[in-house]
């Protein structure tokens, strides 16, 4: 479930997720009994592709990169890619950030690691 309101002079959309929080930092406010996990900003008109968003998490949370539109369009998938940039703005005490692998692995040698992941919590692979 989404709603959408105005966060100052931008409009949001709040997204529900199983691991989302209750308590957002402000100056957003998650509505009663709601698990916001996204706030997304609707973008201007002159970027209308264009998607920033708050992810807030209350549990581990694996965020992938993916594939950019000259990738997507060199496999036959048309245009369809994601430029990416994240920043961390804030984080619990403890909290940690796994980047990629400590050494090059290959497709076929993380399929089951990913299969695997998607079952339990991480299992300090990376």
């Known amino acids: 479930m989404s ?3 105005t ?3 931008l409009r ?4 529900d997720k199983p691991w989302g929080r209750t308590d957002l930092p402000p100056p957003f406010t998650a509505p009663d009994g709601r698990q916001i996990g996204e706030i ?3 973008p201007p008109p002159a970027l209308p592709e264009l998607l920033v968003k708050y992810i807030f998490t209350s549990d581990k949370l694996s965020v992938q990169v993916h594939p950019s539109d000259t990738q997507t369009l060199e ?3 048309g245009k369809q890619g994601k ?3 994240w920043f961390v703005i804030a984080a619990e005490p403890g909290g940690q950030l796994g980047i990629g692998f400590r050494e090059p692995i290959s497709h076929e040698a993380m399929q ?6 998607s079952r339990k919590s991480w299992s300090g692979t990376m």
Do not use: D, S
């Open 3 to 5: 709603i959408l309101a």
């Open 7 to 9: 966060q100052g002079e």
């Open 12 to 15: 949001v959309k709040l997204v």
């Open 40 to 42: 997304w900003f609707e």
């Open 75 to 77: 496999r036959g998938l």
């Open 83 to 85: 430029e990416e940039c």
């Open 112 to 117: 089951p690691l990913w299969t695997a992941a």
